[in-house]
């Protein structure tokens, strides 16, 4: 079992930048596949991001793509992402999500490993 933490969260304005981060208990973080997810007022939770286990391969919604980079330190059990010019539909709280699957799937349903989640506003 792995415990997830995510910080970096707050208020930005459009076209600004923020910095996400998830820190994984345990040593054998690089075991686990990763993925960040959002979920926006009335909406429901939905794929960012995801690296694999040696963060060799990323994934990431069309949405964000160009955007947003995913990324993972191993050495330090610690997952980030990195999102610029941000818009205002980036605004949700941001999951972070571990599973012990060797390959990334979008559907949130597959994770078994979620953070608390951490808000990301982007002011107009």
């Known amino acids: 079992q792995v415990q997830l933490v995510e910080s970096g969260g707050g208020l930005v304005q459009t076209g600004g930048s923020l910095s996400l981060s998830c820190a994984a208990s345990?040593?054998?973080?690089?075991?686990?596949?990763m993925a960040w997810f959002r979920q926006a007022p009335g909406k429901e939770r939905e794929f960012v991001a995801g690296?694999?286990?040696?963060?060799?391969?990323?994934y990431y919604a069309d949405s964000v793509k160009g955007r947003f980079t995913i990324s993972r330190d191993n050495a330090k059990s610690t997952m980030y992402l990195q999102m610029n010019s941000l818009k205002p539909e980036d605004t949700a709280v941001y999951y972070c999500?571990?599973?012990?699957?060797?390959?990334?799937?979008?559907?949130?349903?597959?994770?078994?490993?979620w953070g608390q989640g951490t808000q990301v506003t982007v002011s107009s």
């Open positions: 999500a571990a599973d012990d699957g060797i390959v990334v799937i979008t559907k949130a349903s597959t994770y078994r490993y």
């Open positions: 345990g040593r054998t973080f690089s075991g686990y596949t």
């Open positions: 690296i694999s286990r040696s963060a060799g391969r990323t």
